[in-house]
């Protein structure tokens, strides 16, 4: 089973500035990865998968990417809405094996 | 409007087992993967199964094999998990949740979710 580790557990940021959220995976899992963002009382949302891919409907302002062991995914421009958990998530070929990340709590002063 | 709506989560005592299900509409259920996730109070999203379009492919997290069961009915266009030998670890929200990817065993992520059944385990 692969292991995913998200750094950091949390971050306080500003309105319109930026953060890196980082996602590292303890063997190469190439681009299989996937970002939810998750918010208290609601269904995680779908951000990001293939590590880059903006699923359509998500704001060019959310970017995803690495390869291998170590992802990122920058939300540029933050807004108060962006307060959330962000979940990174494994996915591999043939019969599921998933996991993921322990999520990065984001809140926007 | 794709919709999952999870049901059969409850107050059940410790040894006891359990069904859960999760009826789908608003896409062509036959040909996605779909999976099951919790989480339990305070913790973090937790993979746990995933079902085949075609059910020829199922996956278990190692912490619920043996313990966990996922079956589908593509006519009934429902995903089932069944617990058995509940724990208190086990209190937690479920959510079921659709593949991304058409066709593929897995799905690759999930793209839509239900709004979860909560299990709550207790004596």
């Known amino acids: 089973e692969v292991l995913m580790t998200q750094s950091p557990g949390s971050v306080s940021v500003s309105p319109g500035e930026r953060v890196t959220l980082s996602c590292r995976a303890s063997q190469s899992i190439d681009t299989n990865l996937a970002w939810y963002q998750h918010k208290f009382g609601q269904a995680p949302r779908l951000l990001i998968y293939?590590?880059?891919t903006r699923v359509t409907g998500v704001p060019a302002r959310f970017t995803g990417g690495g390869s291998g062991t170590e992802f990122t995914l920058t939300i540029g421009s933050l807004q108060s809405a962006d307060s959330a958990v962000y979940y990174c998530?494994?996915?591999?070929?043939?019969?599921?094996?998933?996991?993921f990340g322990q999520g990065t709590k984001l809140e926007i002063k | 409007e794709v919709q999952l709506v999870e049901s059969g989560g409850g107050l059940v005592q410790p040894g006891r087992s359990l069904r859960l299900s999760c009826s789908a509409s608003g896409f062509i259920f036959d040909d996605y993967a779909m999976h099951w996730v919790r989480q339990a109070p305070g913790r973090g999203l937790e993979w746990l199964s995933s079902?085949?379009?075609?059910?020829?492919?199922?996956g278990y997290a190692d912490s619920v094999k043996g313990r966990f069961t996922i079956s589908r009915d593509n006519g009934k266009a429902s995903v089932y998990l069944d617990i058995n030998s509940l724990t208190t670890d086990d209190t937690a929200l479920y959510y079921c949740?659709?593949?991304?990817?058409?066709?593929?065993?897995?799905?690759?992520?999930?793209?839509?979710w239900g709004q979860g059944t909560l299990v709550t385990v207790s004596s």
């Open positions: 998530q494994h996915y591999n070929n043939g019969p599921a094996r998933w996991t």
């Open positions: 079902i085949s379009w075609n059910s020829g492919s199922l």
């Open positions: 293939g590590a880059s």
């Open positions: 949740g659709k593949g991304l990817i058409r066709g593929d065993s897995g799905g690759y992520a999930l793209e839509y």
